[in-house]
């Protein structure tokens, strides 16, 4: 079975930084791309920015320029580091594990979400 764990939320104000890790755990061979997505209130999950084992990255237009993914393999941690936050950027953060190998075959995980309020 395969863990992922979200850390780094919480309440910052507006302008301010915030750091969200994501650690895999349990018997992983490889994993292909990680993700951050977020969900606020009454609105579809969206992607915030991928990366994939390789180190290509892919941004949403909102993330562009204020926020940064990066992963150590070696680790099988993800990292987002969220720059210049605004009110809008607050909702609850998602981990994904895209195309995760273990000795009993390929599947994808979610971790369960860690909150970000950015205040006004």
């Known amino acids: 079975q395969v863990q992922l764990v979200e850390s780094g939320g919480g309440l910052v104000q507006a302008g301010g930084s915030l750091r969200l890790s994501c650690a895999a755990s349990g018997s992983i061979l490889s994993i292909n791309a990680m993700g951050w997505y977020r969900q606020a209130p009454g609105k579809q999950r969206e992607l915030v920015a991928a990366i994939t084992r390789s180190g290509s990255t892919n941004y949403a237009d909102s993330s562009k320029g204020r926020f940064t993914i990066s992963r150590d393999n070696a680790k099988n941690t993800a990292y987002l580091q969220m720059n210049s936050l605004k009110p809008e950027d607050t909702a609850v953060y998602y981990c994904?594990?895209?195309?995760?190998?273990?000795?009993?075959?390929?599947?994808?995980?979610w971790g369960q979400g860690t909150q970000v309020t950015v205040s006004s």
């Open positions: 994904n594990a895209d195309s995760v190998w273990t000795p009993w075959g390929r599947k994808d995980y």
